[in-house]
């Protein structure tokens, strides 16, 4: 049986990465686990003090301890815990344990991964309508601007140093973290003489890729690589070209 939860796991990656993640935060945990008990004793010290025997709930420390715990922390278990306190001490530790691991633990790790992926997909949801809002009032502002049209989108060097002009247009990139001063400086990267201009889609995903929010990737070291790399053979030729003029 053993073997086949084991197989199990490997055939559902997650089930393994949800077991590894309670075995590494295992001590954290424990931690927890032992500030809980250490309270639970405290307040049973405190109520069976204070009770001084008149509640049989509260007769002992021992007693108070495991009536703070089953009514505080697993107060639906607690008759069936109770009844197998009574028939042996043994299964009364083993479904505190099972109680404590299966309900407390793990459905806490379920309300933490819920919370995470709510959170991830409001994020990506809220990026989303953002871009969008982006590309909408900026695609008007071109056509306004008599820059572009339906049937015409492409964006030339021009029509994009003069959309850069209009505090409207700086304005609206600054919502999605791109340096228009900055970006000014990259027109020569964006268009090129291979590529005089762009579709308005295209260009959206070029200005895009330069928000300060973006990270480095492999790819854009290698685009630097070639490019440093082009602009050493152009200088290498224009050297040559004007040595051979002046010779």
């Known amino acids: 049986r053993l073997a086949r939860v084991a197989r199990l796991l490997r055939a559902v990656p997650q089930l393994l990465i949800m077991v590894k993640a309670i075995a590494i935060s295992l001590k954290t945990v424990s931690y927890t686990f032992v500030l809980l008990v250490l309270m639970v004793y405290i307040f049973g010290v405190a109520f069976t003090i204070l009770t001084e025997g008149e509640d049989e709930q509260f007769d002992g420390v021992l007693m ?10 697993l107060p639906d278990q607690s008759d069936l815990v109770n009844r197998l306190r009574f028939e042996n001490i043994g299964y009364y530790a083993l479904i505190i344990l099972y109680l404590v691991v299966a309900s407390l633990t793990l459905m806490n790790m379920l309300v933490g991964i819920l919370t995470e992926v709510i959170s991830g997909v409001a994020a990506m949801e809220k990026e989303e309508m953002m871009l969008r809002s982006v590309r909408e009032r900026l695609w008007g502002m071109l056509t306004d601007l008599q820059l572009c049209t339906s049937n015409d989108d492409t964006i030339t060097q021009e029509a994009f140093r003069s959309l850069l002009v209009s505090p409207k247009a700086a304005a609206i990139l600054s919502e999605v973290d791109v340096d228009v001063v900055g970006l000014v400086d ?35 070291i290698v685009d630097l690589r070639k490019l440093v790399i082009r602009s050493n053979l152009e200088l290498k030729a224009c050297q040559a070209s004007s040595r051979a003029d002046w010779q």
């Open 186 to 220: 990259f027109a020569d990267y964006i268009f090129s003489d291979e590529h005089p201009f762009l579709g308005f889609h295209d260009f959206m995903d070029v200005v895009l890729q330069l928000r300060g929010t973006n990270t480095a990737s492999v790819k854009d």
């Open 64 to 73: 108070s301890m495991n009536t703070l715990l089953l009514a505080g922390a």
